[in-house]
């Protein structure tokens, strides 16, 4: 499998669906990164980061059924703020989360694993597997893994305003002040390439339970 390749056609899926549905939302987390530092996702990555507004979360919501017709099955986590689509035919996913505005900040919920390296493992190890195979092991690893809750906290101006970033032929939400947020997220060499990068340790948004 091409991984570049078939997450680019998630891009492009979970893109033109919200597009054409009038969803508004921005581009967040790796997806973001590869798209701005690099003008493509990053080689590495296995699925694509959407972020939106409540609004925003409910009507996609309200729309599952007719994206998961596009070849991808769902799974709605509410206590992470997340709704996770699963391609059918490759097990690469989208992530879609869910902000609040609360006075300075914004906020959402999510879960980390507990620190088992054993797990660590076999998470990828499975990532091989056809993918019927990997996203039912997936859930019961997840099962296994009962990972931990953690808060996701980000300035508010960063997400005040959003601009149109042009992509590859196409234009794509971003936050205006792209380059702060990243250097908030990532550090300040987000412009460096990092393979290994944890989120739950190194990303600048998360704060804790």
């Known amino acids: 499998m091409n991984v570049p390749e078939e997450n680019r056609k998630n891009f492009d899926t979970i893109v033109s669906f919200l597009e054409r549905n009038?969803?508004?939302?921005?581009?967040?987390?790796?997806?973001?990164?590869?798209?701005?530092?690099?003008?493509?996702?990053?080689?590495w990555d296995r699925d694509v980061d959407i972020s939106v507004w409540p609004d925003a979360f409910d009507r996609l919501l309200s729309r599952l059924d007719e994206f998961c017709a596009?070849?991808?099955?769902?799974?709605?986590?509410?206590?992470a703020d997340t709704v996770k689509f699963f391609s059918r035919e490759t097990g690469l996913s989208?992530?879609?989360?869910?902000?609040?505005?609360?006075?300075?900040?914004c906020t959402r919920k999510g879960l980390r694993p507990r620190g088992n390296p054993v797990l660590g493992l076999v998470k990828k190890a499975i990532k091989a597997l056809p993918p019927r195979l990997y996203l039912g092991i997936l859930k019961l690893y997840n099962r296994a893994l009962r990972p931990e809750h953690?808060?996701?906290?980000?300035?508010?101006?960063?997400?005040?305003?959003f601009t149109?970033?042009?992509?590859?032929?196409?234009?794509?939400?971003?936050?205006a002040r792209t380059e702060r947020y990243l250097a908030f997220k990532y550090g300040p060499d987000w412009q460096t390439p990092r393979r290994v990068w944890d989120h739950a340790r190194d990303d600048g948004a998360v704060v804790g339970e």
């Not at 991808?72 to 206590?79: F, G, H, I, K």
């Open 22 to 43: 009038d969803i508004p939302f921005w581009l967040d987390q790796g997806t973001l990164l590869g798209v701005y530092r690099d003008r493509a996702l990053l080689p």
């Open 70 to 79: 596009l070849g991808y099955t769902a799974t709605v986590t509410l206590e």
């Open 94 to 105: 989208i992530e879609v989360n869910r902000f609040f505005r609360d006075g300075e900040l």
């Open 150 to 161: 953690v808060k996701l906290t980000v300035p508010a101006e960063f997400f005040a305003e």
């Open 164 to 175: 149109r970033f042009e992509f590859d032929g196409m234009t794509v939400p971003v936050p």
